[in-house]
């Protein structure tokens, strides 16, 4: 994912002057506390965080119980991406996990820009694929790995994550009880 992130890094910093200080005007910067939501369940998803540093996640809540969908680390887009494309009510959450500084940008703005800017149309395009490929990748892991394999994939790709992940997130986004983590955390 890193490459795609990397395509959309160079996609923004070639943009011409023009298509550059219309993006920059419609998003600003924002810092959130740890623990802080920066979206609540039931209200329209109207912006999209671009994670600038720090550890968000995206749940929801089922019986009372939290199931953490998505983590979002630096250079993530942390976004209910149903509610933000539908203009909905949103089932998520998205609340920083440490202290967190975004770059938001407004819906209804980005989409003003599109109108009189072509290319945001193609980034908008690059970011929903973005956010597709995460989400094949995600339902392939769920299908065809352990929980011992997705948990050592995840700590490959982010070794950070268990000095700043609380384990019962950990273990509630890849799916499994706390026990069995510990389990897994044991043997190896």
């Not at 998003?27 to 998803?45: H, I, M, P």
């Not at 609340?95 to 009189?116: G, M, P, R």
């Not at 394999?149 to 997130?169: C, F, G, M, V």
Request: charged share 25%; glycine share 4%; with cysteine.
């Amino acid at each position: 994912m890193t490459t795609y992130i990397d395509k959309i890094n160079s996609y923004i910093k070639a943009l011409d002057n023009d298509t550059l200080k219309a993006l920059e005007s419609i998003s600003s910067t924002k810092n959130y506390k740890k623990g802080d939501l920066l979206l609540r369940q039931n209200e329209v998803c109207g912006k999209s965080y671009w994670v600038l540093s720090g550890i968000a996640r995206k749940y929801y809540l089922n019986d009372g119980k939290e199931i953490t969908t998505e983590l979002y680390f630096e250079d993530d887009l942390a976004v209910s991406f149903e509610s933000y494309t539908l203009q909905q009510p949103s089932r998520e959450f998205i609340e920083a996990l440490s202290d967190v500084t975004v770059s938001i940008t407004h819906y209804q703005a980005f989409q003003n820009a599109k109108a009189t800017h072509p290319k945001l149309l193609i980034l908008d395009l690059m970011l929903a694929e973005y956010h597709g490929i995460w989400l094949e990748n995600r339902l392939f892991q769920f299908h065809t790995m352990s929980a011992t394999e997705r948990y050592l994939d995840i700590l490959k790709r982010s070794p950070h994550i268990i000095q700043s992940i609380p384990l019962t997130i950990i273990a509630s986004y890849l799916g499994i009880s706390l026990e069995t983590l510990s389990r897994i955390r044991a043997k190896i």
